[in-house]
Protein backbone atom coordinates (compact mmCIF):
# COMPACT_ATOMS: atom_id res chain seq x y z
CA UNK A 1 0.00 0.00 0.00
CA UNK A 2 1.43 3.45 -0.93
CA UNK A 3 0.16 5.10 2.25
CA UNK A 4 2.62 2.71 4.48
CA UNK A 5 6.50 3.03 4.25
CA UNK A 6 9.57 0.77 5.84
CA UNK A 7 12.97 1.80 5.58
CA UNK A 8 15.63 0.81 4.60
CA UNK A 9 14.56 -1.68 2.44
CA UNK A 10 17.91 -3.68 2.89
CA UNK A 11 19.59 -3.38 5.95
CA UNK A 12 22.50 -5.04 7.75
CA UNK A 13 24.31 -5.59 11.17
CA UNK A 14 26.69 -6.67 12.86
CA UNK A 15 26.05 -9.67 15.53
CA UNK A 16 25.33 -7.50 19.51
CA UNK A 17 24.66 -4.37 17.90
CA UNK A 18 20.87 -3.03 17.80
CA UNK A 19 18.95 -1.75 15.23
CA UNK A 20 15.41 0.20 14.65
CA UNK A 21 13.10 -0.65 11.77
CA UNK A 22 11.30 2.16 10.74
CA UNK A 23 7.21 1.89 9.59
CA UNK A 24 5.33 5.27 8.28
CA UNK A 25 2.00 5.47 7.86
CA UNK A 26 -0.28 8.91 6.30
CA UNK A 27 -3.46 6.98 6.37
CA UNK A 28 -4.43 8.13 9.63
CA UNK A 29 -5.16 4.74 10.87
CA UNK A 30 -4.62 3.92 14.83
CA UNK A 31 -3.67 -0.09 14.63
CA UNK A 32 -0.05 -1.09 13.50
CA UNK A 33 1.26 -4.15 13.74
CA UNK A 34 4.79 -5.93 13.11
CA UNK A 35 5.22 -8.97 11.62
CA UNK A 36 8.66 -11.23 10.84
CA UNK A 37 8.89 -13.42 8.31
CA UNK A 38 11.06 -16.36 7.92
CA UNK A 39 11.62 -18.77 4.67
CA UNK A 40 9.23 -21.15 4.03
CA UNK A 41 6.91 -19.44 6.90
CA UNK A 42 3.78 -17.61 7.44
CA UNK A 43 4.28 -14.05 9.42
CA UNK A 44 4.99 -14.05 12.99
CA UNK A 45 3.57 -11.33 14.86
CA UNK A 46 5.86 -9.17 17.18
CA UNK A 47 4.13 -5.90 18.35
CA UNK A 48 1.03 -4.19 17.26
CA UNK A 49 -0.29 -1.06 19.15
CA UNK A 50 -4.19 -0.29 18.52
CA UNK A 51 -3.49 3.52 19.82
CA UNK A 52 -0.73 6.25 20.50
CA UNK A 53 0.75 5.50 23.27
CA UNK A 54 -0.02 1.60 23.74
CA UNK A 55 1.19 -1.38 22.65
CA UNK A 56 1.07 -5.62 22.77
CA UNK A 57 3.30 -8.17 22.82
CA UNK A 58 2.36 -10.75 19.87
CA UNK A 59 3.62 -14.20 19.59
CA UNK A 60 7.69 -13.71 19.28
CA UNK A 61 8.06 -10.57 21.56
CA UNK A 62 11.23 -11.50 22.98
CA UNK A 63 14.32 -9.21 22.27
CA UNK A 64 12.06 -6.67 19.98
CA UNK A 65 10.71 -3.66 21.18
CA UNK A 66 8.44 -0.76 20.09
CA UNK A 67 7.44 2.98 21.05
CA UNK A 68 4.28 4.68 19.61
CA UNK A 69 4.67 8.17 20.44
CA UNK A 70 2.71 9.75 17.07
CA UNK A 71 -0.33 7.64 15.32
CA UNK A 72 1.96 7.70 11.59
CA UNK A 73 5.04 6.06 13.04
CA UNK A 74 5.92 2.83 14.57
CA UNK A 75 9.53 1.53 15.11
CA UNK A 76 10.73 -1.80 15.50
CA UNK A 77 13.95 -2.08 17.25
CA UNK A 78 15.86 -5.45 17.44
CA UNK A 79 17.97 -5.34 20.25
CA UNK A 80 21.05 -7.87 20.44
CA UNK A 81 19.05 -10.11 23.34
CA UNK A 82 17.42 -11.29 19.48
CA UNK A 83 18.58 -14.68 19.05
CA UNK A 84 18.42 -14.93 15.42
CA UNK A 85 17.08 -11.58 13.84
CA UNK A 86 18.42 -12.13 9.99
CA UNK A 87 14.70 -12.23 8.45
CA UNK A 88 12.33 -9.86 6.76
CA UNK A 89 10.23 -7.46 8.43
CA UNK A 90 6.80 -6.28 7.64
CA UNK A 91 4.42 -3.40 9.46
CA UNK A 92 0.86 -3.77 8.72
CA UNK A 93 -1.97 -1.17 9.09
CA UNK A 94 -5.24 -1.93 9.74
CA UNK A 95 -8.73 -0.91 8.35
CA UNK A 96 -11.57 -2.30 9.66
CA UNK A 97 -10.61 -5.97 9.63
CA UNK A 98 -8.02 -6.13 6.95
CA UNK A 99 -4.74 -5.19 7.40
CA UNK A 100 -2.62 -3.65 4.74
CA UNK A 101 0.93 -3.92 4.65
CA UNK A 102 4.17 -1.92 4.05
CA UNK A 103 6.97 -3.05 1.11
CA UNK A 104 9.28 -4.70 4.09
CA UNK A 105 12.72 -4.26 5.45
CA UNK A 106 14.89 -7.45 4.74
CA UNK A 107 17.32 -7.79 7.95
CA UNK A 108 20.88 -9.36 7.71
CA UNK A 109 23.31 -10.22 10.99
CA UNK A 110 26.70 -10.56 9.40
CA UNK B 1 -7.87 -20.48 19.08
CA UNK B 2 -7.26 -20.07 15.24
CA UNK B 3 -5.01 -22.26 12.57
CA UNK B 4 -4.48 -22.43 9.63
CA UNK B 5 -3.52 -24.67 6.86
CA UNK B 6 -2.52 -24.54 3.62
CA UNK B 7 -2.58 -27.96 2.23
CA UNK B 8 0.20 -27.71 -0.76
CA UNK B 9 3.58 -25.88 -0.15
CA UNK B 10 4.23 -25.75 -3.88
CA UNK B 11 1.79 -25.91 -6.63
CA UNK B 12 2.94 -25.87 -10.33
CA UNK B 13 0.61 -25.38 -13.39
CA UNK B 14 1.05 -24.28 -16.91
CA UNK B 15 -0.25 -20.96 -17.98
CA UNK B 16 -3.47 -21.56 -19.15
CA UNK B 17 -4.50 -23.84 -17.05
CA UNK B 18 -6.69 -23.48 -14.07
CA UNK B 19 -4.85 -22.71 -10.53
CA UNK B 20 -6.43 -24.52 -7.30
CA UNK B 21 -4.87 -23.44 -3.91
CA UNK B 22 -6.16 -25.06 -1.12
CA UNK B 23 -6.57 -23.58 2.54
CA UNK B 24 -8.39 -25.25 5.59
CA UNK B 25 -9.18 -23.52 9.07
CA UNK B 26 -10.40 -23.64 12.07
CA UNK B 27 -11.50 -21.02 14.77
CA UNK B 28 -13.48 -20.31 17.65
CA UNK B 29 -15.28 -17.82 16.27
CA UNK B 30 -16.99 -16.96 12.67
CA UNK B 31 -13.90 -15.73 11.04
CA UNK B 32 -12.81 -13.32 8.36
CA UNK B 33 -10.46 -15.44 5.81
CA UNK B 34 -8.66 -13.72 3.44
CA UNK B 35 -5.98 -14.68 0.56
CA UNK B 36 -2.50 -12.12 0.31
CA UNK B 37 -0.03 -12.71 -2.54
CA UNK B 38 3.70 -12.02 -1.87
CA UNK B 39 5.68 -11.06 -5.01
CA UNK B 40 9.60 -12.06 -4.08
CA UNK B 41 10.95 -9.53 -1.62
CA UNK B 42 8.01 -7.46 -1.69
CA UNK B 43 4.98 -6.82 1.10
CA UNK B 44 2.07 -8.41 1.27
CA UNK B 45 -0.78 -7.47 -1.18
CA UNK B 46 -4.50 -8.54 -0.74
CA UNK B 47 -5.96 -10.92 -3.13
CA UNK B 48 -9.55 -10.66 -1.19
CA UNK B 49 -11.27 -11.25 1.85
CA UNK B 50 -14.55 -13.49 3.11
CA UNK B 51 -16.81 -11.50 5.86
CA UNK B 52 -19.76 -13.43 6.41
CA UNK B 53 -21.33 -11.86 3.23
CA UNK B 54 -21.75 -13.95 0.15
CA UNK B 55 -19.88 -17.55 0.45
CA UNK B 56 -18.33 -16.66 -3.20
CA UNK B 57 -15.79 -14.31 -2.81
CA UNK B 58 -14.26 -12.46 -5.84
CA UNK B 59 -11.10 -10.65 -5.90
CA UNK B 60 -8.42 -9.28 -7.72
CA UNK B 61 -6.28 -10.54 -11.09
CA UNK B 62 -9.44 -12.81 -11.76
CA UNK B 63 -8.73 -14.77 -8.60
CA UNK B 64 -12.05 -15.79 -6.42
CA UNK B 65 -12.47 -18.45 -3.18
CA UNK B 66 -15.34 -20.13 -1.90
CA UNK B 67 -15.96 -20.34 1.71
CA UNK B 68 -17.15 -23.54 2.75
CA UNK B 69 -18.24 -23.64 6.63
CA UNK B 70 -19.20 -27.62 6.45
CA UNK B 71 -15.65 -28.56 5.55
CA UNK B 72 -14.05 -25.17 7.05
CA UNK B 73 -11.81 -24.31 3.87
CA UNK B 74 -11.35 -21.43 2.40
CA UNK B 75 -9.83 -22.49 -1.08
CA UNK B 76 -8.23 -20.10 -3.67
CA UNK B 77 -8.63 -20.82 -7.78
CA UNK B 78 -8.44 -18.88 -11.36
CA UNK B 79 -9.43 -20.07 -14.35
CA UNK B 80 -6.67 -19.59 -16.76
CA UNK B 81 -2.96 -18.84 -15.08
CA UNK B 82 -0.82 -16.17 -16.18
CA UNK B 83 2.93 -16.18 -16.06
CA UNK B 84 2.43 -12.32 -13.54
CA UNK B 85 0.84 -15.37 -11.35
CA UNK B 86 3.81 -16.76 -10.35
CA UNK B 87 4.42 -15.65 -6.43
CA UNK B 88 4.18 -17.02 -2.46
CA UNK B 89 0.29 -17.38 -1.71
CA UNK B 90 -0.67 -17.16 1.90
CA UNK B 91 -4.33 -18.25 3.31
CA UNK B 92 -5.48 -16.01 6.95
CA UNK B 93 -7.47 -16.13 9.51
CA UNK B 94 -8.40 -12.73 11.60
CA UNK B 95 -8.43 -14.06 15.84
CA UNK B 96 -11.83 -12.12 16.02
CA UNK B 97 -13.26 -12.50 19.46
CA UNK B 98 -11.14 -9.62 20.64
CA UNK B 99 -7.94 -10.79 20.27
CA UNK B 100 -6.06 -8.98 17.81
CA UNK B 101 -3.65 -9.75 14.57
CA UNK B 102 -4.05 -12.18 12.07
CA UNK B 103 -2.67 -16.03 12.52
CA UNK B 104 -0.82 -17.34 8.67
CA UNK B 105 -0.72 -20.77 7.13
CA UNK B 106 2.80 -21.20 5.98
CA UNK B 107 2.39 -20.51 2.10
CA UNK B 108 2.22 -22.16 -0.76
CA UNK B 109 4.69 -21.00 -4.08
CA UNK B 110 3.05 -20.96 -7.35
CA UNK B 111 4.85 -22.03 -10.22
CA UNK B 112 3.99 -21.01 -13.70
CA UNK B 113 5.19 -23.20 -16.67
CA UNK B 114 5.40 -21.71 -20.05
Known amino acids: DGGITQSPKYLFRKEGQNVTLSCEQNLNHDAMYWYRQDPGQGLRLIYY???????QKGDIAEGYSVSREKKESFPLTVTSAQKNPTAFYLC?????????FGPGTRLTVL | AQSVTQLDSHVSVSEGTPVLLRCNYS??????LFWYVQHPNKGLQLLLK??????LVKGINGFEAEFKKSETSFHLTKPSAHMSDAAEYFC????????????FGKGTHLIIQP
Open chain 1, 49 to 55: SQIVNDF
Open chain 2, 27 to 32: SSYSPS
Open chain 2, 50 to 55: YTSAAT
Open chain 1, 92 to 100: AIRQGDTQY
Open chain 2, 92 to 103: VVSRGGGADGLT
